[in-house]
């Protein structure tokens, strides 16, 4: 077959499968088989994929009518990835949509690695199926609702339905939305994120050029600036941390959003572009982290046309307030964090955004005052240290053995925190003091030194001064003989030398 007899009209945001599923119950198929070679030419393994192969061939076959760029555009989730890679990346993945063989291009783009897959299904939304039955006359599968992250419809709001396919089969037994059992993607009543991301997934599938803007421009970086969670071009991550931490208890943590949720390592690599290809999923979901919604990133002008525009936006953020009510209490909120810092306080960025001039004016009227966590009781560790210093000296005296002189190091030796004090002396002025009135003169370590020869060693009737002089071991005396004479007397007498 060179060229199909018909084909069905895609709608809006239909999925190729879906209308491989619509082309197969027109020409009435018996297989899926059948199909399969009448569309692509040969049996396609990936046609329920959110990134099929074979399209040349289709596009081909339906005379070039819609060309494989526009196929991949408009029927794929290939845009929704195009941010995220290169310009190579990006030729090789539709190279590879184009031809028979998808080999590896899930892994090429990070997917596989990303373990999202696990949670990839057929989902639909219950109010988008009543809706397309009426207005189009039959349902389809809607493409971004089989996105990665997308559990909620970006339109309606409603949990998505799981579809469960009869007896085990798996796609290719060509079902539309609610023909078989279903059950919801998410049980949780909170869905706020779940309903952001979906709205900006959305966006970023039908918008890609103005999400490779966003990107390019660097979104991320320039909210982290104007959250103060950047400053002067380096991240401040425990500030970043502590935010995602407490936007991750609104969040829900099922389905996929479990992996994102779990810790904020992925966080901190994403913003440091560790990640070779980003998945849109937690691009998007990090937006939502940085309490962005699809609003902001279609007002994001930021560099895009500079300064002029940017200020334009901000002005117009600042007018955009909220009303009376909202802003009372997001001020009552803000002020009754008092025990926190600035930014850490409930609804900081959302009045720094929308009230700034109240904001600033508080804070001129509330200096924060830093105050210094004393970690090292200096003064007490130098009172106890001249204590010490004091009983080692006392010590040294009392040793009934040869007199050692008293040095420094001899008086440190028998201290606890010697080290502390050698490192950082000028923090034990006491002891410094103590220290240096104990240190002993070497007139006074001889006179001791010569009381003990006197008092220790039996010493002939008639000796020589030289004699008591080389027993204490004194080789250059600097003491006089008057004073020897008084020890001697002192000996004589039988005082306590
Ligand atoms: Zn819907």
Redesign the pocket.
């Known amino acids: 077959m060179d060229r199909l007899l018909l084909f069905p009209e895609p709608f809006p945001d239909e999925s190729l499968y879906s209308l491989a599923v619509r082309y197969h119950r027109l020409v009435a198929n018996d297989s899926y088989r059948r199909t399969s070679q009448e569309l692509f030419g040969t049996y396609s393994r990936t046609c329920g994929s959110v990134l099929p192969c074979c399209l040349a061939t289709l596009s081909q076959r339906l005379e070039e009518k819609y060309s494989v760029a526009e196929l991949v555009d408009s029927r794929t989730l290939l845009p929704l990835y195009k941010p995220f890679l290169s310009n190579d990346g990006y030729e090789s993945a539709l190279h590879c949509m184009r031809g028979p063989h998808g080999t590896g291009l899930k892994m090429s783009l990070g997917m596989t690695a990303s373990g999202l897959l696990k949670h990839a299904s057929f989902r639909y939304?219950?109010?988008?199926m009543q809706?397309d039955a009426d207005y189009y006359g039959v349902s389809y599968w809607?493409r971004i609702h089989m996105a990665a992250g997308v559990c909620t419809?970006?339109?309606?709001g409603?949990v998505l339905l799981r579809a469960s396919f009869p007896e085990g089969a798996d796609w290719r037994c060509m079902q539309l939305p609610g023909e078989s059992t279903s059950t919801p993607v998410l049980s949780e009543s909170s869905l706020g994120a779940a309903y952001s991301v979906a709205e900006m997934q959305f966006w970023g599938l039908s918008n890609p050029q103005r999400a490779c803007e966003l990107v390019r421009e660097d979104f991320l970086r320039w909210r982290l600036t104007e959250m103060g969670m950047l400053q002067q071009g380096r991240l401040r991550e425990q500030a970043i941390n502590s935010h995602v931490e407490r936007r991750f208890s609104n969040s829900t943590h099922e389905g996929e959003f479990q992996s994102v949720t779990v810790d904020t390592e992925w966080v901190m690599r994403l913003l440091r572009r560790r990640r070779r290809i980003v998945q849109p999923f937690r691009y998007y979901f990090l937006c939502w982290l940085l309490e962005t919604s699809a609003e902001d990133l279609v007002e994001f002008q930021h560099k895009i046309c500079p300064r002029a525009l940017r200020m334009n936006s901000l002005v117009k953020d600042r007018c955009d307030s909220g009303s009376p009510v909202e802003i009372a209490e997001r001020r009552r909120n803000f002020q009754s964090d008092r025990d926190k810092k600035l930014h850490d306080r409930q609804g900081y960025y959302w009045l720094y955004r929308h009230d700034r001039d109240w904001l600033q004016n508080y804070v001129k009227s509330y200096p924060f005052i830093r105050t210094r966590k004393v970690y090292v009781d200096w003064f007490s560790r130098d009172i106890a240290l001249s204590n010490e210093l004091v009983t080692a000296h006392a010590e040294i005296m009392a040793e009934k053995d040869k007199p050692k002189k008293i040095t420094k190091s001899a008086l440190l030796r028998r201290v606890q925190n010697h080290y502390g004090f050698l490192r950082k002396s000028s923090k034990f002025p006491k002891s410094i003091q103590v220290l240096e009135s104990l240190l002993e003169t070497e007139h006074d370590y001889q006179l001791r030194k010569v009381a003990w020869a006197l008092k220790e060693l039996q010493l002939p009737k008639n000796y020589a001064i030289s004699v008591i002089m080389r027993l204490a071991g004194i080789r250059i005396r600097q003491i006089s003989h008057l004073e020897i004479e008084d020890l001697l007397q002192a000996r004589g007498n039988g005082d306590n030398l």
Not at 153 to 156: A, I
């Open positions: 939304c219950e109010a988008c809706h809607h419809c970006p339109h309606h409603n």
